[in-house]
């Protein structure tokens, strides 16, 4: 670890009862940089996220945030300073849009000052970032996927944390949701310097949006660096079982994976 990384584990040992899903990682994360994840289903990537937030303890091994153990961290401290979009978060029954992202408030709230100015002004500026305010007073439970997905990113938003973590945070939405969530994300990180930390599938978005880009497989880390040296054709077939050609973004000049067909194992 050094001083410019936000977030780094040390021998991370991750398991679920006796699946052992993490073994013995290091990870940095860089301070105000994007990081993207990818890697296969299964690989552990949400097992990451939710011990780097603190959601899952370790077998063995230390996550420090900003250089102190977040074991040492007080619940609302820690959600003060690292915000997570889990995969597949759950909504409390019946509650509606603007509660939902209100509770994103929680950590900055006081024992006897319940509900402030800030707050009202954080909450209406998620939504509104997210588009999501046209549904302020409906039930959550009563959104399509893709709008209930940008209720949860308002939610983190609203959150206001300096580090926030986001597992497949485009999932469900179409392409042009798509976008404006990653360019929502990275505006964050280039206007107010937020450390940010994307799980994505789609490897193109991926290498566009990416400072720095961690290739995962079989709960450990194959590759990391810039999106241009780490994504290779040969990267792509080892850890994807991916042939692909790679070539040179024609608008972004950023890796442009073309994926051409899977390769099974007895393949060779
Ligand atoms: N709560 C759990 N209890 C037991 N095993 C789990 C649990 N959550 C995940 N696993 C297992 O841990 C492994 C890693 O899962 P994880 O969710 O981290 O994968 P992932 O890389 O995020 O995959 P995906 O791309 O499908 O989201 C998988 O084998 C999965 O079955
Ligand atoms: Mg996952």
Redesign the pocket.
């Known amino acids: 670890m050094t001083t410019t990384d936000a977030l780094a584990a040390t021998g991370l040992t991750l398991r679920?009862e006796a699946?052992e899903?993490v073994r013995d990682l290091d990870v940095a994360i860089p301070a105000g940089k994007v990081t993207v994840i990818i890697?296969p289903?299964?690989?552990?990537?949400?097992?990451l996220l939710r011990a780097l937030a603190r959601l899952l303890t370790p077998a063995a091994g230390t996550v420090t945030l900003q250089g102190t153990d977040i074991r040492s961290l007080g619940s609302k401290d820690l959600a003060r300073r690292l915000g997570l979009l889990p995969?597949s978060p759950l909504a409390p029954f019946g509650i509606t849009v603007a509660d939902l992202v209100g509770r994103g408030r929680f950590p900055h709230q006081r024992m006897l000052q319940q509900w402030s100015a800030d707050d009202e002004r954080a909450v209406s500026a998620a939504m509104t970032a997210t588009g999501v305010a046209e549904f302020a007073d409906r039930g959550v439970e009563e959104l399509s996927g893709g709008q209930r997905q940008r209720v949860w990113i308002a939610m983190l938003l609203a959150q206001d944390t300096p580090v926030m973590l986001l597992d497949?945070p485009t999932t469900y939405l179409d392409v042009s949701h798509q976008l404006d969530v990653l360019e929502l994300c990275r505006g964050l990180n280039r206007s107010e310097d937020r450390t940010v930390v994307l799980v994505l599938h789609d490897l193109n978005q991926a290498a566009r949006y990416a400072d720095h880009l961690i290739v995962m497989k079989d709960g450990a880390i194959a590759a990391e660096g810039d999106p241009a040296t780490v994504l290779t054709e040969k990267l792509l077939e080892d850890v994807f079982r991916l042939r692909a050609h790679v070539q040179s973004d024609p608008v972004f000049g950023t890796p442009l994976v073309i994926p051409i067909t899977s390769v099974t194992e007895d393949a060779g």
């Open positions: 679920y699946r899903v890697g289903n299964a690989c552990g990537k949400s097992t995969q497949e």
